[in-house]
């Protein structure tokens, strides 16, 4: 079942937003050739408690770290190591937030604590490294237009597949294939909520969501320069064009509100 938010929650998940866009914004400023991505992980873990949040993605499926680093071939959920980023290197960046952490029942990171759970989001950002290749640039520019496209179409009494042929439409224009296996979602009282947001219309399985006020989705357009094919990547947790082409990937939690949408993680 689609869950429908209520004032006081989406007000919390606003708040939880801003901390969420802040940190991600300072992660892009320091991804730079020579920087390890264990240390953006830390980074990123560091800022998320000093702001008054806890990392979601942290025990999250059994995944190790705060922070998502995806280079180049990689589309998601790239485990941060000793591995340094070098110039030309295309970087996604996914991050999740539970906010409040004192009203944290749901909270997989603590055990006795009491009061209503707090309230997730998640946003992605992709990021060239130094100097990056023209069709590199292109890909970002791509995959962040999709996003955008996509989020001034939200309003109540829209179908859903509307926006994933939107998405689709505006990759494959221009040259650039959508990733199938692997979705939007909606996000809020859990990370992963009902319902899936595939970014592609054709063929998709799932029933047709006629958009309503209070919603809060997870759209996320992953594009790849090459196939739509993907594989598991050797740390166990990554996926990975299966051709090794270069990937990008944006994501932001937004609210359907009475006359469109708002983002709740504005950079």
């Not at 914004?25 to 953006?40: I, Y």
């Not at 680093?69 to 070098?86: A, D, F, M, T």
């Amino acid at each position: 079942m689609i869950s429908i938010k209520t004032p006081k929650e989406i007000e919390i998940m606003r708040q939880g937003g801003k901390i969420l866009a802040s940190v991600l914004s300072a992660l892009a400023k320091e991804t730079k050739p020579g920087v390890a991505t264990e240390w953006l992980n830390q980074l990123a873990e560091d800022l998320i408690f000093e702001k008054g949040a806890l990392p979601a993605f942290k025990g999250y499926q059994g995944f190790p770290s705060a922070l998502c680093v995806s280079i180049n071939e990689q589309i998601v959920h790239g485990l941060p190591s000793k591995r340094k980023i070098k110039e030309g290197d295309v970087v996604g960046l996914d991050l999740g937030i539970l906010f409040p952490p004192e009203h944290c029942g749901g909270c997989p990171f603590s055990q006795g604590c009491q009061g209503e759970p707090g309230m997730y989001t998640d946003a992605a950002i992709s990021v060239g490294a130094g100097k990056i290749s023209e069709q590199s640039k292109k890909l970002l520019q791509t995959t962040k237009g999709a996003l955008d496209t996509a989020i001034d179409l939200i309003k109540p009494s829209r179908k859903l597949s509307e926006i994933s042929a939107a998405i689709q439409k505006y990759s494959e224009s221009r040259g650039f294939s959508v990733i199938r296996e692997l979705v939007g979602h909606g996000v809020g009282n859990e990370l992963h909520e009902e319902p899936e947001i595939p970014n592609f219309s054709e063929g998709w399985p799932g029933k047709e969501v006629i958009l309503e006020e209070g919603m809060t989705l997870a759209i996320e357009p992953m594009f790849s320069a090459g196939g739509q094919g993907i594989k598991k990547g050797k740390d166990k947790y990554s996926f990975e064009t299966k051709d090794g082409s270069i990937a990008a990937h944006f994501e932001h939690t937004i609210v359907v509100t009475k006359d469109g949408c708002e983002i709740l993680t504005e950079i």
